[in-house]
């Protein structure tokens, strides 16, 4: 486990945008950076959830986020520039930026793997992140210590059979990273790492592994002291690094 207390005021007056907000890890993510200070862009597909979010962290009367309903699968490059373009009108740059939100796909052998949802997994997973990074730059270099945060997984650093486009797509997460981390190292305030949350109790850990007594699996709570660390100034010299949550 990856062991950091933060300052009750890691995150003050930082605005950061969380895709996947809604559910699983994102959710938590989402609620313990405002925990922290953060003013957090909810970003997801389902609305509802985006609404049930953001009521908890306004009870918790942590400050107050935004909602940006997304439906990252058929997202557009227009309509990546109008949520930069909302973002930029709202608050004018952005400190954070957690690529959180994603799907697994099929577990099956490559020969047998639907050539449609290979297409998706990636275009989730991996070109979404692209094209909400290329289009939320200006306002990340706006920011005076900003930071990309993508998530990956134990399989995009070392695949296994089965994992398909999931894994393909999270070892082009981490080329992503590391491209962008050296890119952005040298005039800009940008840091850029990934981090592999290792097994949390989601649905979609409940879906890969369908047999497991989920109370033996770490929740996402647990896992929140890198998500802290690599968002806040403490580790404003971290560029380009791949990290375990666990
Ligand atoms: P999860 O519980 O399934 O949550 C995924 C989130 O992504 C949901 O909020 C979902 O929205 C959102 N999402 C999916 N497709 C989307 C789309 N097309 N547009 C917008 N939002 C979309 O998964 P998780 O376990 O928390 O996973 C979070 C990240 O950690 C993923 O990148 C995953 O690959 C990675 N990861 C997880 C584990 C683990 O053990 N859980 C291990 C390694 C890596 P809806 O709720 O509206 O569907």
Redesign the pocket.
Known sequence: MFYYTPPRNLLNNKIILV?????????TAAKTYAKYGAKVIL????IK?LESIYDEINKAEYPRPAIYP????GATPTDYDNLAETISKEFGRLDGLLH?????GTLTPIEHYDIKQWYQVMQ??LN?PFMLTRACLGLLKAAPDASIIF????VGRKAKAYWGA?AVS?FGIEGLMQILADELETNTKIRVNSI??????????A??YPGEDVKT?TP?EAIMPLYLYLMGADSAEVNGQAMDAQ
């Open positions: 895709t996947g907000a809604g559910d699983g890890i994102g959710r970003l997801g597909r389902t959830k997304m439906n990252l699968e959180n939100a994603g799907i697994l989730v997973n979404a998530t990956s997984s134990s999931y999270k592999n949350p290792g097994a949390t109790r989601t649905v979609m850990r879906e890969a699996v996402p």
